[in-house]
């Protein structure tokens, strides 16, 4: 199993001058649920080298069993710094496709040409593409063979509009994502804030928030073992 982990390459919160980045749950629970699992990983990123990771995910009060082993963990933490560029990967050589959240993808994989193609590549060779919390709205640009937007009709979560009002930023992020999967035609559900939640509608899996990217990678998983 080949899985393609993708994450953002942007640290700046708007214009509020503060630091984001990808959120560390969701890049470590689902990277050790593919890792044990002996699947082959490589990370990429629009710029390639360290995603910026954003502080907050670091803090006390965010720290997980899987945020514990990756800090004790030097082979990882290498192979995160050393992220390839994005543009270099393709669809062909991977089996899956997986985006870890954060505020950051909201700013540069949204809109990077690389991670749409290379999201439309995988949809049309009907590979499967999860993504988690803030993450889903890298499917904003994503399409169809047919043109229609890739969300359109189809089961999503992502980061709910409460979430983000908890966490005061509704004013500062570019487009909230739960407004974004409903505007695009995508059939939107969630569970109580913070609460694990994901949804599969055919190779296309989402997660609500950070407790979800877990849940997801395992969903992921699922689909490329024999039945």
Excluded at 95 to 105: C, E, S, V
Excluded at 132 to 159: K, S
Excluded at 166 to 181: E, H, I, K, N, S
Excluded at 189 to 206: N, Y
Aim: glycine share 8%.
């Amino acid at each position: 199993m080949n899985i393609l982990m993708v994450l953002t390459s942007h640290d700046r919160l708007g214009e509020t001058g503060r630091k984001t980045g990808f959120w560390l749950e969701e890049f470590a629970a689902p990277y050790y649920v593919f890792k044990d699992a002996g699947a082959a990983l490589t990370l990429a990123s629009p710029q390639g080298g360290q995603p910026p990771l954003d502080p907050k995910s670091d803090d006390a009060a965010s720290q997980t069993e899987a945020t514990r082993r990756f800090k004790a963990d030097p082979a990882a933490q290498a192979a995160l710094a050393a992220t390839v560029k994005l543009a270099t990967v393709r669809a062909d050589a991977f089996d899956a496709l997986f985006y870890p959240g954060g505020h950051g993808p909201l700013w540069d994989l949204v809109d990077d040409p690389a991670s749409i193609a290379l999201i439309d590549a995988m949809v049309a060779a009907r590979k499967p593409v999860a993504a988690v919390c803030h993450a889903p709205g890298v499917l904003r640009h994503a399409r169809t063979a047919g043109g229609q937007p890739l969300v359109q009709g189809r089961n999503v979560t992502g980061f709910t509009n409460t979430e983000e009002e908890a966490a005061g930023l509704t004013r500062v992020v570019p487009f909230l994502v739960q407004d974004m999967l409903l505007e695009q035609g995508g059939r939107y559900s969630k569970v109580a804030d913070w609460q694990p939640h994901v949804v599969e509608d055919g190779l296309l899996i989402t997660g609500q928030n950070p407790a979800s990217s877990g849940p997801a990678a395992l969903a992921l998983l699922a689909r490329l073992r024999p039945a």
